[in-house]
């Protein structure tokens, strides 16, 4: 059947959330796009005055933007290293947890990158019971707000 675009107010798709237990990284872009790639097989491609090195995302404990023009990075690794550094102009290798296999990106599109966990719902609420079979991501938006709300401070 052949439906115009224009006429749909609401798509629903059939399924079941998907949790993923692999070490996860949250990145946030310019443009608003917040999604999370697996940090055991994403990498960043960082060069700086002690030479050029590239961690996975599982590696790192924090990555800050020491400046928001510019291309200097903070980087502290999980053994309590903390390095200054730019990322590689082509120096980002993200693998999404769920959906295409690679994504590039450039550095200036990023906001911020932080570790992540993507966490089932403890209890299953009435409203999901009663819609069985349909996916809702309302527990996955009220993480991403409340570590939003945390950004702030």
Request: hydrophobic residues 35%; charged residues 25%.
């Amino acid at each position: 059947m052949d439906v115009p675009i224009e006429k749909l107010k609401r798509l629903r798709f059939r399924g079941e959330p998907a949790w993923n237990d692999k070490p996860l990284y949250r990145v946030l872009t310019r443009s608003g796009d917040d999604f999370f790639v697996d940090a055991s097989e994403s990498r960043v491609h960082f060069h700086g005055e002690l030479g050029a090195f590239s961690p996975f995302l599982s590696e790192i404990a924090k990555l800050e933007r020491h400046d928001p023009d510019q291309n200097v990075w903070r980087i502290q690794l999980k053994n309590g290293t903390c390095i200054h550094a730019g990322i590689k102009q082509d120096g980002l290798e993200l693998h999404p947890a769920m959906g295409p296999s690679k994504v590039s990106l450039s550095w200036s599109l990023i906001v911020r990158m932080e570790p992540a966990t993507m966490e089932a719902p403890l209890a299953v609420s009435n409203s999901s019971k009663s819609q069985s079979h349909f996916y809702s991501n309302d527990h996955q938006r009220t993480v991403k707000e409340e570590a939003a709300r945390s950004w702030l401070q």
